[in-house]
Each structure stands twice: as structure tokens, then as C-alpha cells.
């Protein structure tokens, strides 16, 4: 996909792996709605992002993911203002096991409302011109994260979620490729959970060894989530791909099984 003119929308875009994402589109021609809950990283990463792009070429947009009736609004005024939408990057998530029904509606529902949203403006089905949807997931979608139940269930619904509707997309003829990213452990303020207690909830147990297993295994530089977000950009290909994202492999793909057979649409 070339990605000069084309129209993405970004969430939890004001800092980490969103920020990252949000740069990179934008270096290579994109227009991005940066969309983030926190007001004043959103302003900042705009005013910072206006200093070497040009301001016309995104917009930040206040938005609580969860809220059904913001994120609608926010699709709404991305369209309006763009004229069309190309990518989407539901990337907003929480580690929060203390308020782990917060965590399950910004990690699992806010990403299946992004997703059906972007299907409405983008399909094919609709009158739309398809795109790339891609959700992020995390490698506790492949592997039961201990310190984290709740975590680890939404990004496994990430996974599960995306791969059956990126079947659907391919049966229906949406026209829209929907991935996943799996990255183990990246260089983003999310890391810092680990030592919030508030956060932890019970399993602040755990703290001491978390820290091990991020030292273990190492931390990523979110350019190369970045490299990742790219590939499935450009290969065309990839649809209901579960790309891993790791120190030790590098971005790498989880494979599966043959999947059930799908049934013939009439
Ligand atoms: N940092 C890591 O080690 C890994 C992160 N991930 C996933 O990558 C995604 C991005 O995480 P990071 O950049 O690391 O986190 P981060 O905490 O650095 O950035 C997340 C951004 O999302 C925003 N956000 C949070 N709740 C929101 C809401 N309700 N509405 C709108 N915006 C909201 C925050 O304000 C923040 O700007 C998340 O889905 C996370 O689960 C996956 C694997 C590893
Ligand atoms: C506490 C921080 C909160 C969230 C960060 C992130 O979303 C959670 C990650 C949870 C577990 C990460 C495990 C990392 C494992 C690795 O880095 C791998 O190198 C080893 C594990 C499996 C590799 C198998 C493969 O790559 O196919």
C-alpha cells in the first residue's frame, strides 16, 4: 500500500507504540487522526508532531475508547475532516488487574467497536473502498501471562477476535485485510505497570518477578513494532496473520493449524 494521501486513524496515539505508529505513517505521506484519553500527551504529541510535519496532516481527537459514543464521534470527525479512511490502528490498552472490567473494555470491547466502525466506513459491503484494520494484541495473547489474568484473556480475544473476522472480511468480500501484532515487552511507559500497585491489583506479588522476565527476555524498541506495522502495510497478503514480535526472533508469524471449514456463502 502506498501510503501517500491515505487516511489512518490511531488509538492511543499520544505516546508508546500509538506515537510510533503515528510518526511513521505520517513520514510516509499519511494523514492520522491521532486519537488518546490523555488530553494533555494528545496535545503535546501534536504540537511536537506539527514541528516536523505538516499541521493539516493530523488531527488530535480527546477520546475515551471506551465510551461507544466518543469513539463513534471520533471515526465521524476523522471523515469529515479527511474525507476518507484507509488504516486503523486499535492499539489503546491498559494493564489494570484491579480494575480489570476497565481493562476488558479498552483492551477487548473498545477494540471490537474500533474494528466494526471501521468496517462501516471502509468495506466494501458498505459502499467503501476497503483498507487495513490492525490490532494490537501483545504475546500474552499466545502465552497465559501469569502476573496478569485478565490482560492476558483480553489480548487472547484480540487474537481470537481478529482472525475470525479477518475470515469473515475475506468470505464477504470486504475488502479490508485485518491483523494482529503480538510484541513481547516494548519500551513504553505501559512497562512502568509492573511497579503500580494500583495497577497490579493481587498480582503485585508478582512484581520482583515480572522484572526478571522482562530482563530475561529483553525490551523492544518500538521502532520495531513500527517495522512490523509496515510489513503488513505492504503485504498485501496478509489477513488474519498473528505477527510475534520478539527480541529473540524478531517479527515472526504464529502458525496454526488448518482452521475449520468455512462455510459456503450463498
Ligand atoms: N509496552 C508493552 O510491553 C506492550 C504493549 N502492548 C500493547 O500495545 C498497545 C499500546 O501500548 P503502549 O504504547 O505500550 O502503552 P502506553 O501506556 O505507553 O500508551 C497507551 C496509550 O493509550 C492511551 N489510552 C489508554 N486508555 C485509553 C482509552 N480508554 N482511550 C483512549 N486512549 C487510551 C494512553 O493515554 C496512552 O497514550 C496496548 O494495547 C498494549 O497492550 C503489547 C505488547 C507489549
Ligand atoms: C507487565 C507489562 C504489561 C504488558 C506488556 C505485554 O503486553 C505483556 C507481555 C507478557 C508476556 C511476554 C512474554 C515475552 C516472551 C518473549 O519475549 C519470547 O522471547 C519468549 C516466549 C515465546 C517465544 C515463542 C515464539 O516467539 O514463537
Not at 508532531?49 to 464521534?73: R, W, Y
Given at each position: 500500500?502506498?501510503?501517500?494521501?491515505?487516511?489512518a486513524?490511531?488509538?492511543?496515539?499520544?505516546?508508546g507504540?500509538?506515537?510510533?505508529?503515528?510518526?511513521a505513517?505520517l513520514?510516509?505521506?499519511?494523514?492520522?487522526?491521532l486519537l488518546d484519553?490523555n488530553?494533555?500527551?494528545?496535545?503535546?504529541?501534536?504540537?511536537?508532531?506539527?514541528?516536523?510535519?505538516?499541521?493539516?496532516?493530523?488531527?488530535?481527537?480527546?477520546?475515551d475508547?471506551?465510551?461507544?459514543?466518543?469513539?463513534?464521534?471520533?471515526?465521524?470527525?476523522?471523515?469529515?475532516?479527511?474525507?476518507?479512511?484507509?488504516?486503523?490502528?486499535?492499539?489503546?490498552?491498559?494493564?489494570n488487574?484491579?480494575?480489570?472490567?476497565?481493562?476488558?473494555?479498552?483492551?477487548?470491547t473498545?477494540?471490537?467497536?474500533?474494528?466494526?466502525?471501521?468496517?462501516?466506513?471502509?468495506?466494501?459491503?458498505?459502499?467503501?473502498?476497503?483498507?487495513?484494520?490492525?490490532?494490537?494484541?501483545?504475546?500474552?495473547?499466545?502465552?497465559?501471562a501469569?502476573?496478569g489474568?485478565?490482560?492476558?484473556?483480553?489480548?487472547?480475544?484480540?487474537?481470537?477476535?481478529t482472525?475470525?473476522?479477518?475470515?469473515?472480511?475475506?468470505?464477504?468480500d470486504?475488502?479490508?485485510?485485518?491483523?494482529?501484532i503480538?510484541p513481547?515487552?516494548?519500551?513504553?511507559?505501559?512497562?512502568?505497570?509492573?511497579?503500580?500497585?494500583?495497577?497490579?491489583?493481587?498480582?503485585?506479588i508478582f512484581?520482583?518477578?515480572?522484572?526478571?522476565l522482562i530482563?530475561?527476555?529483553?525490551?523492544?524498541?518500538?521502532?520495531?513494532?513500527?517495522?512490523?506495522?509496515?510489513?503488513i502495510l505492504?503485504?498485501?497478503?496478509?489477513?488474519?496473520?498473528?505477527?510475534?514480535?520478539?527480541?529473540?526472533?524478531?517479527?515472526?508469524?504464529?502458525?496454526?493449524?488448518t482452521?475449520?471449514?468455512?462455510?459456503?456463502?450463498?
Amino acid at each position: 500500500m502506498d501510503l501517500t494521501g491515505k487516511v489512518a486513524l490511531v488509538t492511543g496515539a499520544a505516546q508508546g507504540i500509538g506515537r510510533s505508529f503515528s510518526e511513521a505513517l505520517l513520514r510516509h505521506g499519511a494523514k492520522v487522526a491521532l486519537l488518546d484519553l490523555n488530553m494533555s500527551a494528545g496535545e503535546a504529541c501534536k504540537k511536537a508532531l506539527d514541528g516536523e510535519f505538516d499541521a493539516a496532516s493530523s488531527l488530535f481527537i480527546a477520546c475515551d475508547v471506551g465510551a461507544e459514543e466518543e469513539l463513534k464521534c471520533a471515526f465521524k470527525k476523522t471523515i469529515e475532516l479527511f474525507g476518507s479512511l484507509d488504516i486503523v490502528c486499535n492499539n489503546a490498552g491498559i494493564n489494570n488487574e484491579h480494575n480489570w472490567e476497565q481493562t476488558i473494555n479498552v483492551n477487548l470491547t473498545s477494540m471490537i467497536r474500533g474494528t466494526y466502525l471501521a468496517l462501516d466506513y471502509m468495506s466494501k459491503e458498505n459502499g467503501g473502498k476497503g483498507g487495513v484494520i490492525v490490532n494490537m494484541a501483545s504475546l500474552a495473547g499466545i502465552f497465559p501471562a501469569a502476573h496478569g489474568p485478565v490482560y492476558t484473556a483480553t489480548k487472547h480475544g484480540v487474537v481470537g477476535f481478529t482472525r475470525a473476522i479477518a475470515a469473515t472480511s475475506k468470505l464477504l468480500d470486504y475488502g479490508v485485510r485485518i491483523n494482529t501484532i503480538c510484541p513481547a515487552f516494548v519500551d513504553t511507559p505501559l512497562l512502568n505497570s509492573v511497579n503500580q500497585e494500583q495497577m497490579m491489583g493481587r498480582y503485585y506479588i508478582f512484581k520482583d518477578t515480572v522484572k526478571k522476565l522482562i530482563q530475561h527476555y529483553g525490551i523492544l524498541d518500538p521502532s520495531l513494532i513500527v517495522q512490523g506495522l509496515m510489513k503488513i502495510l505492504q503485504e498485501e497478503e496478509l489477513n488474519g496473520a498473528v505477527m510475534k514480535i520478539t527480541k529473540s526472533k524478531g517479527i515472526h508469524f504464529e502458525i496454526y493449524e488448518t482452521a475449520l471449514i468455512q462455510p459456503e456463502v450463498k
